[in-house]
């Protein structure tokens, strides 16, 4: 449907069919691919990943094919008019002699059903194996490609149009076309991601092994480039024995084993989406990646193809800061570019919103991706290579969440130019998708959104705003890091939030945390944005913008407003901060601190986050120039006032709760005995509509 809608739109004002808009969408998923930090992703769990999506998005096919063959029961009584459909259904008999019962069933007229049979029959014998799998030799029938299911469609196509019956041609049959052309047979490409840590850990035990080189670690980094640019030694690959290597080494060359199976075995589908590095700090990080699949590819007696994208993910504001300098590097190591070369010299790069916030916080964050996304931009420019950029949002304010529109018309223009790829996660993919009509609506508001970016001309941003904005993220991020350095803000987090309730629930698609600390930096975005919401400190959403820019707007408040007024990134950030104060609440959140002992002195953690949060709240009514938060909008000003009656109790009872717990030295593994602090955790999550 909404394709259609592009294609309507499109057609005012360009010629029909000038413009092909059936892969101006693409889905993905790393459900079954993502690795990092979870031991529970192992090889085998990814292979049953994309069987499970190539065996339902096949199903799903054949569905289509049992609805279409209700509607084309038209007699072809004139041969002629139809001969090559008719030619293709008489070699079908003589190909795949399987069919004839089914086709001997069928009224001899009916060619568009006949031929409906033939694909019908070769889609359940490709249900039946995966392109990857050893048995495909044997399914004769299945599809090689859903590119040869596209060709099998538009032979019924041209033929309905030669016998005049355009409107069954460009009805549900062209539907299903496009749906092939979205989705083919795996509906989602399933992504892979690993932690660089682990990579690195891998790469140093192989080359030890194989007797290249001792301490891999120790190496600087251009040395490291220089091993990993070289190809493997297959001689040597060859005498490796595996029982000699780690459990981990010896299932992360299993996964790439697997890499290997799927892109050789199945070379003209998506199947694969990319190969993602967690807290990508190096180039070497990424041609770990490379090396480990000509390693694999080696092992086969092959070569590594280039038709999966690896893709560094930059998520601290270090590595933001630093993004541009890493593609650079890689971009300038021949045996990468070569690689990238082969595959279309397409490069992905993904930027983390939670982690970047829970590293620097709220306004650093924000000016960080926005900076890095320019400078990669360019970098890619130079190199004459296109890029696409990967927006890690969540759903939570403080993970890039807010309206998705209002984030993608706030990008800089150069780093989208028609591209644009981004997650859409746990409770967002049920607001934004259980209902189809706010499906439609969402894909169309971002689909609108990335063409405006691309299309309507920017003009500069004023360099005294880039100044402010550089100088008050700066002051923003030393006001967040003095407060997760203070020595009691992990007592306090720990204490005055349900975290230790929130890590039992039987939710999330990874551990909570990364290893075992019990430290901020080890736990994960999701729980700790969770936790603050919980608490309704929300500090991920807003901590740090009031320091950033208190001083600075009461010196020249004219210059915030014209900020505001016509700059969409700084608009977005301040909408999303006055959405996030007006969720936040002080009173509340004192209970929490008053539960963790945490107001019995002035220097504590509650206090820092009270008065940031009087400094942020001034700070965007003055920018804004309304007398209240969400003035502008009062249906959603409406909308919280009607539920925080409700929120409230729950938040009291859940304050109670804790401090109960507190006492009593629960440990995280009884934490959840109580029904009470999961129900008032889940009553929480709904009253907000967040969780983290």
């Not at 021949?334 to 620097?360: E, F, I, N, R």
């Not at 223009?413 to 969402?442: F, K, N, S, W």
């Not at 939030?497 to 901020?520: A, F, H, Q, W, Y």
Request: contains cysteine; hydrophobic residues 40%.
């Amino acid at each position: 449907r909404l394709l259609r809608d592009v294609r309507a739109a499109f057609g005012l004002c360009f010629p029909k069919g000038s413009v092909d808009v059936s892969r101006s969408l693409r889905f993905g998923s790393w459900m079954g691919g993502d690795r990092d930090g979870n031991p529970y992703v192992t090889p085998e769990v990814t292979e049953q990943a994309l069987t499970l999506i190539r065996q339902a998005t096949i199903d799903k096919h054949l569905s289509l094919c049992k609805q279409i063959s209700y509607v084309l029961t038209l007699t072809c009584e004139n041969d002629g008019q139809h001969a090559s459909l008719v030619a293709a259904v008489a070699r079908a008999r003589l190909r795949w002699p399987q069919i004839k019962a089914t086709l001997d069933d069928l009224h001899p007229k009916e060619v568009y059903r006949h031929w409906l049979a033939v694909i019908r029959h070769r889609l359940k014998a490709t249900r039946e194996v995966a392109p990857w799998s050893d048995d495909m030799a044997d399914a004769a029938a299945a599809y090689q490609s859903d590119g040869d299911l596209i060709d099998d469609l538009e032979r019924m196509r041209r033929s309905l149009v030669e016998a005049g019956c355009d409107d069954l041609a460009d009805g549900a049959l062209r539907d299903w076309r496009e749906r092939v052309e979205v989705f083919g047979f795996q509906f989602a490409r399933l992504d892979i991601r690993e932690h660089a840590q682990v990579l690195r850990n891998v790469v140093a035990e192989i080359v030890k092994t194989l007797a290249l080189e001792e301490r891999y670690e120790q190496l600087s980094e251009q040395e490291r480039v220089k091993l990993l640019a070289a190809a493997p030694d297959a001689n040597a690959l060859a005498s490796l024995d595996q029982t000699d290597l780690s459990e981990q080494t010896r299932r992360t060359l299993q996964l790439f084993n697997l890499i290997e199976q799927v892109t050789i075995g199945a070379p003209g589908e998506s199947v694969l989406g990319a190969f993602i590095v967690s807290m990508s700090h190096a180039p070497s990080d990424l041609l770990a990646v490379l090396w480990l699949r000509r390693v694999a590819a080696l092992r086969r007696g092959a070569e590594a193809s280039s038709s999966l994208a690896i893709v560094p993910l930059f998520e601290t504001i270090d590595d933001l800061e630093h993004a541009d300098e890493i593609l650079d590097q890689m971009l300038s190591t021949p045996t990468y570019k070569a690689y990238l070369t082969a595959g279309g010299g397409h490069q992905m790069c993904m930027v983390g919103y939670s982690d970047s916030a829970k590293d620097g916080g709220y306004l650093a964050a924000n000016w960080g991706l926005y900076q890095a996304q320019q400078r990669l931009a360019e970098t890619a420019d130079r190199h004459g290579v296109k890029l696409t950029l990967f927006h890690g949002r969540g759903g939570a304010l403080g993970r890039g969440g807010g309206p998705a529109a209002r984030g993608i018309l706030g990008l800089p223009p150069q780093a989208v130019r028609g591209r644009l790829r981004m997650t859409e996660q746990g409770e967002v993919l049920a607001e934004r998708y259980d209902d189809p009509e706010i499906a439609h609506r969402h894909l169309e508001q971002v689909l609108a959104a990335t063409l405006r970016v691309t299309a309507e001309h920017t003009p500069e941003v004023d360099s005294t705003w880039i100044d402010a904005a550089r100088g008050a993220a700066a002051q923003s991020l030393d006001a967040y890091r003095n407060l997760v350095a203070h020595p009691d803000f992990v007592t306090y987090f720990e204490t005055a939030s349900p975290i230790k309730g929130i890590e039992t629930l039987p939710i999330g698609s990874r551990p909570s945390r990364r290893g075992g600390r019990r430290t901020v930096s080890d736990l994960r975005a999701i729980p700790y944005t969770f936790a603050w919401t919980q608490n309704r400190h929300l500090i991920n959403a807003y901590f740090g913008l009031g320091s950033g820019l208190a001083e600075r707007v009461r010196i020249d408040p004219a210059m915030f407003r014209n900020m505001y007024a016509d700059w969409p990134w700084f608009k977005g950030v301040i909408d999303n901060a006055a959405l996030a104060l007006a969720k936040a609440d002080m009173p509340i959140a004192s209970l929490y601190a008053r539960q963790a002992r945490a107001t019995e002195s002035e220097d504590n953690p509650f206090s820092l986050i009270e008065a940031e949060f009087a400094l942020a709240r001034g700070a965007v009514l003055k920018i804004t120039g309304e007398p209240d938060l969400l003035a502008d909008v009062p249906w959603l000003r409406t909308s919280i006032e009607t539920r925080n009656p409700y929120v409230d109790p729950l938040n009291m009872i859940q304050a109670n709760l804790l401090e109960a717990n507190n006492r009593a030295g629960e440990t995280s593994e009884t934490w959840l005995a109580d029904d009470l602090l999961r129900h008032a955790i889940q009553g929480i999550a709904a009253g907000l509509r967040t969780t983290g």
